[in-house]
T-cell receptor, first 108, second 115 residues
Framework: RKEVEQDPGPFNVPEGATVAFNCTYSNSASQSFFWYRQDCRKEPKLLMSVYSSGNEDGRFTAQLNRASQYISLLIRDSKLSDSATYLCVVLSASKIIFGSGTRLSIRP | EAGVAQSPRYKIIEKRQSVAFWCNPISGHATLYWYQQILGQGPKLLIQFQNNGVVDDSQLPKDRFSAERLKGVDSTLKIQPAKLEDSAVYLC?????????????FGPGTRLTVL
């Protein structure tokens, strides 16, 4: 089993839709969690950290489920500009592990 | 604020040749990372420096890859000799401290093609 797993997608949704994806991790002692966004042929950029109580930043909501060992990202009212690959990042035993990413494509 | 600088942006070499990449992190950032990103995959951490000391190099193929950060500022990553499977984008990132809750800022990457 991979240490961090993501559904590769692609998720193809219409503008204005709500879309969610999960990221599972294998080490129950993992400490910190993040979502990064990577546009095609660009470098990753931090989208948001994931806090234990869940957190929201505008149209984006991140949640952590320690019991089931996954984090989630919800995007509401999706925009064309949300089209990108979303990478989850898990800090586990001081190791930084990126998922393979979920590709999201928003259509007009 | 200037971002993370990397050079070259692109490099094409033949297998068994050597190659070196350079990274200059954001000023004042103590932590520097080198990642390898193969097409269709997420970045894989190769090595992490805290100032000029190595924090984690467990995934660095030490028989052919080496990295240094002599003065705790810029860093070089070398591959010698290169293999076909080393074709990837090499990303450098920096952060102001240990990664527990600190954002990593990435450079534009060096795209390596090994023929």
């Amino acid at each position: 089993r991979k240490e961090v797993e993501q559904d590769p997608g692609p998720f193809n949704v219409p503008e204005g839709a709500t879309v969610a994806f999960n990221c599972t991790y294998s080490n129950s002692a993992s400490q910190s969690f993040f979502w990064y966004r990577q546009d095609c042929r660009k470098e990753p950029k931090l989208l948001m950290s994931v806090y234990s109580s869940g957190n929201e930043d505008g149209r984006f909501t991140a949640q952590l489920n320690r019991a089931s060992q996954y984090i989630s990202l919800l995007i509401r009212d999706s925009k064309l500009s949300d089209s990108a690959t979303y990478l989850c990042v898990v800090l586990s035993a001081s190791k930084i592990i990126f998922g393979s990413g979920t590709r999201l494509s928003i259509r007009p | 604020e200037a971002g993370v600088a990397q050079s070259p942006r692109y490099k094409i070499i033949e297998k068994r040749q050597s190659v070196a990449f350079w990274c200059n992190p954001i000023s004042g950032h103590a932590t520097l990372y080198w990642y390898q990103q193969i097409l269709g995959q997420g970045p894989k951490l190769l090595i992490q420096f805290q100032n000029n000391g190595v924090v984690d190099d467990s995934q660095l193929p030490k028989d052919r890859f080496s990295a240094e950060r002599l003065k705790g500022v810029d860093s070089t990553l070398k591959i010698q000799p290169a293999k076909l499977e080393d074709s990837a984008v090499y990303l450098c990132a920096s952060s102001s401290g240990l990664p527990t809750m600190n954002e990593q800022f990435f450079g534009p990457g060096t795209r390596l093609t090994v023929l």
